[in-house]
């Protein structure tokens, strides 16, 4: 069946451009997270969605990060005023449940000038 | 300090060594250790997933997980040319997967 999908896969914006991340997790999974890859370093975990819960959002660097999920399926990372800092590969996981295995997408990668 | 420490490499090695890969932690309450494997531009996949102390062997690989010393270790015996990618260890207390990564070790198995 179909895996996690996400798109853009790659997006160059502006410094101070808002730009949008979209994540299509794999059908039936109640579970989604986000995470950021920068260069060399691990995936930190940054926002996580199960079911009609609320999120947790204990992860997001700042308030220029928000995310959502309509309908418990697709959701969207919202990244405003970009910076360069910024600049990562953003992973998106879903998995059936609270404590079952993410399957994760191919990330989109995201480069501020 | 970051909560897992893991050596990011690059490790280089010939086709049909053993493999050792390594993460060290601080957080005891961390209960279950797993061990992603990521190629060049895909997003990690789940190799190996370990609960509490032991050991546990799939095919080729095994993950050892030392709680006492907050040590977790991948054996890769008969490494292979396809082994070659970037491994990351993860670790969560539970309740739900806010899995906390290593910053992954690059891997290249030569022909």
């Known amino acids: 069946g179909a895996g996690v999908s996400q798109s853009p896969s790659n997006k160059v914006t502006e410094k101070g451009k808002d730009v949008e991340l979209r994540c299509d997790p794999i059908?039936?999974?109640?579970?989604l997270y986000w995470y950021r890859q920068s260069l060399g370093q691990g995936l930190e975990f940054l926002i996580y969605?199960?079911?009609?819960?609320?999120?947790?959002k204990s992860g997001l660097p700042s308030d220029r990060f928000s995310a959502e999920r309509t309908g418990g399926s697709v959701s969207t990372l919202t990244i405003q005023r970009t910076q360069q800092e910024d600049s990562a590969v953003y992973l998106c996981?879903?998995?059936?449940?609270?404590?079952?295995?993410?399957?994760f997408g191919p990330g989109t990668r995201l480069t501020v000038l | 300090q970051k909560e897992v420490e893991q050596d990011p490499g690059p490790l280089s090695v010939p086709e049909g060594a053993i493999v050792s890969l390594n993460c060290t932690y601080s957080n005891s309450a961390f209960q279950y250790f797993m061990w992603y494997r990521q190629y060049s531009r895909k997003g990690p996949e789940l190799l190996m997933y370990t609960y509490s102390s032991g050991n546990k062997e799939d095919g080729r690989f095994t993950a050892q997980v030392d709680k006492s010393s907050k040590y977790i270790s991948l054996f890769i015996r008969d490494s292979q040319p396809s082994d070659s990618a970037t491994y990351l260890c993860?670790?969560?207390?539970?309740?739900?997967?806010?899995?906390?990564f290593g910053a992954g070790t690059r891997l290249a198995v030569h022909p």
């Open positions: 996981a879903s998995s059936s449940g609270p404590t079952d295995t993410q399957y």
């Open positions: 969605f199960q079911g009609n819960s609320a999120p947790d």
């Open positions: 993860a670790m969560t207390s539970g309740g739900y997967n806010k899995l906390i």
């Open positions: 059908s039936g999974h109640t579970a």
